[in-house]
């Protein structure tokens, strides 16, 4: 009864095994070639590999979906988003150097608008996971949550990990500054010192010019008005194309759920005006002893307060669609 089945099992079954070994062969061969090991997917490759396979495959593919005609399209975050995903496919071979059970791939829209259509992919950025069952149409893979890209490499991790059962590992993210880069700081700090501490028991260096800390001060006012730190939190973007006609770009968005950079930026040099104002106001107007030209600049100063708070409350106006009126005293009216 065992020589059938071994007969069976070298006449039917080889071959097939032989043509999956080849194909993982080729895939491994195709991954060493990229540096952060993704591999990049044409048409014909993605018919080779993906959508010709009847049978069950050995490995799994986690496919980013890009376009480089989008890449200026700062609300996408694309450029940013494939970086990540080339850190996470050098983690993935870092931490399971002997591993051919997921193979990363990109798939550029310019080169395989095929393949788009294929996936059924129709909004950027775009991550599918294409398990290794055989037969099934792409366009039934699992894609990943826009949502969920917030946390960049990180987030896509826990999606492969939950996809597939195997864990990708740490994510190896390059030091912000190399070893040469460091070690020629240290250098140029210990030529520097001796020249440095002179400069400082003397009182001649930029920390001790009373200039450079007024520029820091307004700087600083300016940065906490405008909401800048919103902005960099959340991502957001100086602009956007207009949706109507993409030649028009917006730099004010109507409703508060989202703001943008310009926006912060218009409001924050409406508040620093109202803040140098009345610094002058404070501190310089004093000095001078014309009572006429104190009145007129005191004037003026109230004018420009006056018109910049104007401004802000009209934005705010039409931005939220709440209406800010003055309340007078009921003796007035």
Same mark, same amino acid.
């Given at each position: 009864?065992?020589?059938?089945?071994v007969l069976f099992f070298f006449i039917f079954l080889s071959p097939i095994l032989a043509a999956r070994d080849d194909l993982t062969s080729e895939l491994i061969s195709l991954r060493s070639q990229s540096p952060?090991?993704?591999?990049?997917?044409?048409?014909?490759?993605?018919?080779?590999?993906?959508?010709?396979? =009847?049978?069950?495959?050995?490995?799994?593919?986690?496919?980013?979906?890009?376009?480089?005609?989008?890449?200026?399209?700062?609300?996408?975050?694309? =450029?940013?988003?494939?970086?990540?995903?080339?850190? %996470?496919? +050098? @983690?993935?071979?870092?931490?399971? =150097?002997?591993?051919?059970?997921?193979? &990363?791939?990109?798939?550029?829209?310019?080169?395989?608008?095929?393949?788009?259509?294929? &996936?059924?992919?129709?909004? %950027?950025?775009?991550?599918? /996971?294409?398990? *290794?069952?055989?037969?099934?149409?792409?366009?039934?893979?699992?894609?990943?949550? *826009?949502?969920?890209?917030?946390? %960049?490499?990180?987030?896509?991790?826990?999606?492969?990990?939950?996809?597939? $059962?195997?864990?990708?590992?740490?994510?190896?993210? *390059?030091? *912000?500054?190399?070893?040469?880069?460091?070690?020629?700081? %240290?250098?140029?700090? #210990?030529?520097?010192?001796? /020249?440095?501490?002179?400069?400082?028991?003397? $009182?001649?260096?930029?920390l001790h010019d009373w200039r450079l800390w007024m520029a820091g001060s307004v700087f600083i006012y300016f940065f906490?008005?405008?909401?800048?730190?919103?902005?960099?939190?959340?991502?957001?973007?100086?602009?956007?194309?207009?949706?109507?006609?993409?030649?028009?770009?917006? /730099? &004010?968005? !109507?409703?508060?759920?989202? !703001?943008?950079?310009?926006? $912060?930026?218009?409001?924050?040099?409406?508040?620093?005006?109202?803040?140098?104002?009345?610094?002058?106001?404070?501190? @310089?107007? #004093?000095?001078?002893? +014309?009572?006429?030209?104190?009145?007129?600049?005191?004037?003026?100063?109230?004018?420009?307060?006056?018109?910049?708070?104007?401004?802000?409350?009209?934005?705010?106006?039409?931005?939220?669609?709440?209406?800010?009126?003055?309340?007078?005293?009921?003796?007035?009216?």
């Open positions: 009864m065992a020589f059938p089945f952060s090991g993704v591999i990049r997917l044409t048409d014909d490759i993605v018919n080779r590999f993906i959508t010709s396979s =009847p049978t069950p495959r050995p490995y799994s593919f986690v496919v980013f979906f890009d376009a480089t005609k989008l890449h200026d399209k700062t609300e996408l975050r694309l =450029p940013q988003l494939r970086s990540e995903f080339g850190l %996470l496919s +050098s @983690s993935f071979s870092t931490n399971n =150097p002997d591993s051919s059970k997921i193979f &990363f791939c990109e798939i550029e829209f310019a080169q395989s608008q095929r393949s788009f259509s294929i &996936f059924g992919v129709n909004s %950027l950025p775009h991550v599918r /996971f294409v398990g *290794p069952s055989g037969g099934a149409s792409p366009s039934s893979s699992d894609a990943m949550d *826009p949502s969920a890209f917030s946390r %960049l490499a990180d987030s896509m991790a826990e999606y492969v990990e939950t996809k597939s $059962g195997i864990s990708i590992g740490m994510i190896h993210r *390059p030091p *912000p500054i190399s070893p040469k880069q460091i070690f020629a700081l %240290l250098l140029i700090a #210990v030529i520097a010192a001796p /020249f440095a501490i002179r400069k400082i028991l003397k $009182g001649e260096t930029m906490s008005v405008a909401g800048t730190m919103h902005n960099i939190i959340r991502n957001m973007p100086m602009f956007m194309t207009d949706r109507n006609d993409p030649n028009k770009l917006v /730099f &004010f968005y !109507q409703g508060s759920g989202m !703001q943008l950079g310009a926006e $912060g930026f218009a409001v924050g040099f409406l508040y620093t005006i109202v803040g140098l104002a009345i610094a002058v106001v404070t501190h @310089s107007l #004093v000095y001078v002893r +014309s009572v006429g030209v104190q009145r007129a600049l005191m004037f003026a100063a109230m004018v420009v307060s006056v018109w910049a708070v104007r401004k802000v409350i009209y934005l705010d106006n039409w931005k939220t669609g709440y209406g800010i009126h003055a309340y007078w005293p009921s003796s007035w009216r």
